[in-house]
């Protein structure tokens, strides 16, 4: 089984969690994530599983989609319902000013992440250093947030759909929105619908996974590698020149199949699996720089 597993994860568990749990259902050691997601969030969670693991090195700065749901009037330490909440105490906000603030949060901007996060500081996962009390400043990065609509505003709670570039905090969000409106503010669910090419739609519970594993019929729940990074064209060879490609041996596309100048064209077999991801080197020869 090589190939993509698109997973619903559950509230409650780790991305590291789900891993290991697919790595139990399919007897593989060869397991890697796309992203992760926070033990509180739920939804997708892609793993590349088996040879296609060596794909990962194509994804990770796709845009996300989620769903989330702000809780005004209190705060935490990992911005989040998980942490430690305090109740602020200060007048909840009113809808006009929630959305005015809410202008600020569209576009291209410097966010600093949480302190309880997985960036790294000198190679320590900020998480880390915050367990063992010790003070943490993140530097700001640039984020840009493509789509920001407020789907739910109640007196004390807004639901919305954020769009984001790869390392964007919803966390974040939540929590500077909260400091902008003066009463406090904090994510109180998550739920990540979409991935770059990746749907939630497309995904399976762990429970959906344990049975058809006990079915025998795990494999229904992999995506072939070949029909991975779907923005990337493919070309068919025959069995000498798939050995060639195999071997680390240059190999030549047709110009009628894969446009001149395309940086990457996966190579597959004419039974139509992954032989390797071929990197340009001049107009139509391309080095297989991934081998399956």
């Given at each position: 089984m090589n190939g993509l597993v698109l997973i619903d994860k559950p509230a409650g568990c780790t991305s590291h969690d789900v891993v290991n749990r697919w790595r139990k259902l399919a007897k593989t050691k060869r397991v890697g994530h796309l992203g992760t997601l926070d033990p509180m969030a739920t939804g997708l969670l892609a793993l590349v599983?088996?040879?296609?693991?060596?794909?990962?090195?194509?994804?990770?700065?796709?845009?996300?989609?989620?769903?989330?749901?702000?809780?005004?009037?209190?705060?935490?330490?990992?911005?989040?319902?998980?942490?430690?909440?305090?109740?602020?105490?200060?007048?909840?906000?009113?809808?006009?000013?929630?959305?005015?603030?809410?202008?600020?949060?569209?576009?291209?901007?410097?966010?600093?992440?949480?302190?309880?996060?997985?960036?790294?500081?000198?190679?320590?996962?900020?998480?880390?250093?915050?367990?063992?009390?010790?003070?943490?400043?993140?530097?700001?990065?640039?984020?840009?947030?493509?789509?920001?609509?407020?789907?739910?505003?109640?007196?004390?709670?807004?639901?919305?759909?954020?769009?984001?570039?790869?390392g964007g905090y919803i966390r974040s969000i939540a929590h500077d929105l909260g400091q902008r409106l003066g009463c406090g503010a904090l994510l109180s669910r998550l739920r990540r619908t979409q991935a770059g090419e990746f749907r939630i739609e497309n995904a399976r519970t762990l429970d959906a996974l344990i049975d058809l594993a006990a079915a025998g019929r795990l494999p229904e729940a992999v995506t072939p590698a070949a029909a991975m990074l779907t923005h990337v064209p493919a070309e068919h060879f025959d069995a000498r020149v798939e050995t060639q490609i195999r071997q680390g041996r240059d190999f030549r596309t047709s110009p009628f199949v894969v446009p001149a100048g395309t940086p990457l064209v996966k190579a597959l077999s004419y039974s139509g699996e992954l032989i390797a991801i071929g990197q340009l080197k001049i107009p139509n020869l391309y080095h297989p720089g991934t081998v399956l």
């Open positions: 599983t088996g040879a296609a693991t060596r794909l990962a090195q194509f994804y990770g700065k796709d845009d996300k989609t989620y769903y989330a749901e702000i809780t005004f009037g209190r705060t935490s330490d990992t911005y989040d319902a998980e942490g430690q909440v305090v109740e602020t105490g200060a007048p909840l906000p009113l809808p006009d000013a929630v959305r005015a603030a809410l202008v600020g949060f569209t576009g291209r901007f410097m966010q600093t992440p949480p302190p309880v996060s997985a960036k790294k500081i000198n190679g320590v996962a900020a998480y880390k250093l915050v367990r063992k009390q010790i003070s943490v400043e993140l530097p700001a990065v640039e984020i840009e947030v493509k789509r920001l609509e407020v789907t739910n505003l109640s007196v004390d709670k807004m639901e919305i759909v954020v769009t984001c570039s790869s």
